[in-house]
């Protein structure tokens, strides 16, 4: 079946730095990518929408500079948390869709900024 | 507005009751809902979507228009289904931004 990567796992890093996290879809092309963040105990709130070689499109209310996402391939999209800070602590999901495929979730990353 | 209600934050039955979670939605068109599990430890899957009309580990669930609700039923719980499950709902073609609710977490006891 399809399988999507999301790496890293878990990720630690300073206030003020930037974080990279990458889902990769494996074996099939994402027609779209999602990408959603989970407070502990709390539903999937999703972030952005984002298509290749198109920019994202936002939700309300998420801050379009502070998460960069990037959809360079039908296969990479990558969300970037700039400047992060201790409320950016959250668990942060990806998912890929395909027509035919529905859609499949990344195991998530977890980042903790101190 | 896309939304998703899931009025249960937690349901705890015995093994080999009966299972019923809820889930109401909002939306303008005709939407696609989808049921997900969340084991602990373990990323999102799919369960049901209400289109494809299938059983999956025993789990069932029909989208009523007229209520506009997609309840997902067991009629025997065992313990290996605790977990916490999603109601989500897309709008438009499958690819489609999906949109979840709150979600319930199932305890079954032994």
């Known amino acids: 079946g399809a399988v999507v990567s999301q790496h890293p796992s878990w990720v630690i890093c300073k206030s003020g730095t930037s974080v990279k996290i990458e889902c990769r879809s494996l074996?099939?092309?994402?027609?779209?990518m999602f990408w959603y963040r989970q407070f502990p105990k709390q539903s999937l709130m999703l972030m952005a929408t984002?298509?290749?070689?198109?920019?994202?499109?936002?939700e309300q209310g998420v801050e379009k500079d502070k998460f960069l996402i990037n959809h360079a391939s039908l296969t990479l999209s990558t969300l970037t948390v700039t400047s992060a800070h201790p409320e950016d602590s959250s668990f942060y999901i990806c998912?890929?869709?395909?027509?035919?495929?529905?859609?499949?979730f990344g195991s998530g990353t977890r980042l903790t900024v101190v | 507005a896309q939304r998703v209600t899931q009025p249960e934050k937690l349901l705890s039955v015995f093994k080999g009751a009966p299972v019923e979670l809820k889930c109401n939605y909002s939306?303008?068109?005709?939407?696609?809902l989808f049921w997900y599990v969340q084991y602990s430890r373990q990323r999102l899957q799919l369960l049901l979507r209400?289109?494809s009309r299938e059983s999956i580990k025993g789990f069932t669930a029909d989208l009523n228009k007229g209520e506009t609700s997609f309840h997902l039923k067991k009629p025997f719980a065992q313990e290996e289904d605790s977990a916490m499950y999603y109601c989500?709902?897309?709008?438009?073609?499958?690819?489609?931004?999906?949109?979840f609710g709150q979600g319930t977490t199932l305890q079954v006891k032994p």
């Open positions: 074996d099939f092309q994402a027609t779209t």
């Open positions: 984002s298509n290749e070689g198109s920019k994202a499109t936002y």
């Open positions: 209400h289109i």
């Open positions: 989500a709902l897309s709008g438009s073609s499958n690819t489609g931004k999906l949109i």
């Open positions: 939306y303008s068109g005709s939407p696609e």
């Open positions: 998912s890929a869709s395909q027509v035919g495929h529905g859609y499949t």
